[in-house]
């Protein structure tokens, strides 16, 4: 596949599903929206695990997206409805001036609470929002790390911003939404997700601060190289990862403590080897030696792409990253581990787990002529050991939420 049949195909694809989604509305509601909204699903190229303290991330927008076709109501009334063939066909109502988190009246449940959520949020921020009738259409998998979840809640966002005219720029849309997705879904995220799905940029990476929300586009250009990023799918999801998930959170928030700072971005690379001494919990060492390494491994990517020749040279960093997560954070699993270990054996630049772990989805940096040779490597590699052959596509850095139609 051509650099440029893979846009025609994403235009082509994008087209398409506008169509089909306004043509969703329709048969549900009975009446046109008043426009189109895409959030865009995302994979992190580095800085694992960091988010949540305080660190560096560095997403960037796939081209798979999903569209919210959006109208409004002046009834108080907020009605959802998702064409995804993996949640209920029903439309979900409820009233904005009941909604509330919890198991109160009002509570909308399963994958509603995700649009909900966001607008409980911007209420509850304060934001004169009205009633609404939504319908969705995703191309982003669901529960494969790709964040199918914040690209939902930034679609919703985006749309009730627009139809509702209350001008939020989108790092703060991005806020509200990870709010919705804490308080109200109930998931204890960190914001890179929807700052991802917001903020990104084309053809770029999104070199983000999680502690204060500054930003900046890094060039990510893969395509000017001859460099493919694909990203696998396991198509697993081992089923302890929300535990796990805050262990190593409530881990991390013990390792900041121990050395007496607010989050573990606070322990500067220089200074790890006399941080872990100070650590008695050999668990806890390994924890703050994974977020040290990872937010300097953030900063080392970001040094390399600013110079155009050195942009492969990221791939090792990618795989150091991956080793860390593995044997440090403990956050990787078998499937995840075969992705990594048969794409560097059949020429990958680089590779790596990417999102929570346990399962999900990895990403493998290489030239655009081995994307054929490393999928057909994958799928040798799961068939001989028993395992169904993972999703694989290659992934250019693609445009944050917008307006479609
Ligand atoms: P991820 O964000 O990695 O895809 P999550 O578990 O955080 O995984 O979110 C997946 C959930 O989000 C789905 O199980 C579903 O409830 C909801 N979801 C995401 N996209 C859609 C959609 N287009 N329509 C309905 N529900 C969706
Ligand atoms: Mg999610």
């Not at 787990?353 to 493998?364: E, K, L, N, Q």
């Amino acid at each position: 596949m051509t650099v440029d049949d893979t846009t025609q195909v994403t235009q082509a694809t994008q087209v398409t599903q506008v169509t089909h989604v306004i043509e969703g509305f329709r048969e549900v509601y009975g009446r046109a929206p008043d426009g189109v909204w895409a959030a865009p699903g995302r994979v992190n190229l580095i800085g694992e695990h960091t988010d949540y303290n305080d660190g560096f991330v560095l997403p960037f927008a796939l081209p798979h997206t999903t569209l919210a076709a959006v109208a409004h109501r002046e009834d108080g009334l907020l009605r959802l409805h998702s064409g995804s063939p993996d949640v209920p066909g029903a439309v979900v109502e409820v009233r904005l001036a009941e909604l509330a988190p919890g198991r109160e009246a009002g509570r909308t449940d399963g994958w509603a609470d995700y649009p909900a959520g966001v607008m409980w949020a911007l209420r509850e921020a304060g934001h004169p929002v009205g009633g609404a009738d939504l319908h969705f259409a995703s191309t982003v998998p669901h529960g494969a790390g790709l964040s199918s979840s914040a690209a939902l809640e930034v679609a919703t966002a985006l749309a009730l911003n627009e139809v509702h005219g209350l001008d939020i720029p989108p790092r703060e849309l991005a806020v509200l939404c990870r709010h919705a997705e804490n308080a109200y879904v109930g998931a204890p995220t960190g914001i890179m997700d929807q700052m991802a799905s917001a903020c990104c940029t084309a053809g770029h990476a999104l070199f983000l601060d999680t502690r204060d929300f500054s930003q900046r586009q890094v060039p990510f250009d893969l395509a000017a190289h001859g460099l493919r990023l694909l990203v696998v799918d396991t198509r697993v999801t081992h089923a302890h990862s929300s535990g796990e998930y805050g262990q190593r959170r409530a881990g991390c928030e013990a390792g900041a403590a121990s050395l007496g700072v607010t989050a573990l971005r606070d322990v500067p690379y220089a200074e790890l080897p006399s941080a872990l001494d100070r650590l008695d919990d050999a668990e806890i060492r390994r924890l703050v030696r994974h977020v040290v390494t990872e937010n300097e491994r953030v900063k080392r990517t970001i040094a390399l792409l600013a110079d155009t020749s050195s942009v492969r040279a990221i791939g090792p960093i990618l795989t150091e990253s991956h080793a860390s997560l593995r044997d440090d954070f403990r956050v990787s699993c078998a499937e995840l581990d075969l992705v990594v270990d048969t794409a560097l054996a059949a020429g990958a630049l680089g590779a790596r787990m990417t999102g929570g772990g346990f399962g999900g989805s990895a990403i493998v940096l290489a030239d655009e002529s081995a994307v054929r040779p490393l999928t057909a490597a994958l799928d040798k590699a799961f068939t001989t050991a028993g395992l169904p052959a993972p999703r694989v596509f290659p992934a250019l850095p693609s445009r944050g939420a917008h307006r479609m139609a």
